[in-house]
């Protein structure tokens, strides 16, 4: 029994010196913990909420880059994607040839640190624009920069005197609708870029080579279906598709303008007259173009006219140029048989 009476109180002091070293440590560390509020609550974060903390640091960082209409947005935000806030001058569906400059567009040009344009003579409203934002410090991208531009390859049949053509001094601006003139535009897009935020340089040169990539299956595409239809010829009503008719082996015989007001018989005939004369094989108008001369014409040449897309209207995502582009190649395949 002393035996066993000395064990139950060894066995109790020892039990005793456990539980006053179990509570020794759960002071130590409960101290810790309460000395520094601030830490331990960071380490429990998970790494969607530090994403969450830095990401308005990160924005007020950004690049801001302003783009004139809406293919050179398409190619921009495509290079840009999150690292710089990209933004276009030019609403989708306004006639850019045309256009005039908004206070909201000098306001934009003027705190922007990026400024993108198409060049070749197309954007006549930004030269007096940025003079009036003076912003010194603005880098500006010419996304033709070293494109060979086509000056008229097809003729241009004016059905009536008053009708005004859109110049082009600098040749046919419309660049942005051969894929393979595309791929240029987002590399100059994609250099000018980087020599302006050039901590984003790999973002930027990863985002173009994935675009770049995409047109070149795009411009395979187009070989391979357009080699079955050579020497296409067809008429359109806007002058912006000549360099996609030199890429593909297609002809744009002629260019015949027709304003939206009404017409005399005479310039109605004109009309007539010139698609004849080219015995085309298409009428291509643009999307949502509902002009009931053109649908007249067509009717009488016994001619479908179908929508060709110049891509100055639509979404703004940087897949929509993919997309209204293989439209416009089924419906070049589906005309030219």
């Known amino acids: 029994m002393t035996i066993n009476g000395k064990g139950l109180i060894a066995g109790r002091q020892r039990s005793g010196i456990l539980s006053m070293m179990t509570l020794l440590m759960l002071s130590m560390i409960t101290g810790c913990s309460q000395s520094n509020p601030n830490q331990g609550t960071i380490p429990e974060q998970s790494p969607q909420a530090q994403a969450t903390v830095s ?62 344009k198409n060049g070749l003579g197309l954007e ?10 003076q912003n010194t410090k603005l880098a500006e991208i010419d996304a033709s920069k070293g494109i060979k531009p ?21 040749g046919n ?41 995409e047109l070149e299956s795009l411009n395979n595409e187009f070989q391979r279906t357009l080699q079955k239809t ?52 298409a009428l291509f108008s643009e999307p949502g173009v509902d002009n009931k001369l053109l649908s007249s014409l067509s009717k009488d040449l016994k001619l479908t006219l179908r929508p060709l897309d110049s891509l100055e209207t639509g979404e703004t995502d940087p897949q929509h140029y993919f997309k209204a582009m293989k439209a416009n190649l089924q419906i070049l395949e589906t005309s030219c048989k």
């Open 230 to 281: 050579p020497s296409c010829t067809f008429i359109t009503f806007h002058d912006a598709f000549p360099y996609l008719a030199k890429r593909y082996n297609l002809k744009q015989v002629a260019v015949v303008q027709i304003p939206e007001d009404q017409l005399s018989p005479t310039d109605v005939q004109n009309a007539v007259n010139a698609v004849k004369k080219y015995k085309v094989k």
């Open 150 to 170: 086509l000056n008229e390859i097809s003729p241009v049949v004016k059905t009536a005197k008053e009708e005004e053509d859109h110049e082009h001094a600098q």
């Open 55 to 116: 990401t308005p640091v990160a924005q007020l960082g950004k690049t801001k880059v302003v783009t004139t209409f809406l293919p050179i947005y398409l190619f921009t935000k495509a290079v840009a994607g999150n690292v710089a806030d990209v933004e276009i001058l030019v609403p989708p569906g306004t006639e850019v040839h045309e256009y005039q400059a908004t206070p909201e567009n000098v306001k934009a040009i003027a705190t922007a640190n990026v400024l993108v």
């Open 124 to 133: 006549g409203f930004l030269e007096n624009t940025v003079k009036n934002a």
């Open 173 to 213: 601006p419309h660049v942005w609708l051969d894929p393979v003139l595309a791929k240029q535009q987002v590399t100059n897009i994609r250099d000018g870029l980087i020599a302006a935020d050039p901590a984003n340089k790999v973002t930027y040169e990863a985002n173009a080579a994935a675009y770049i990539k």
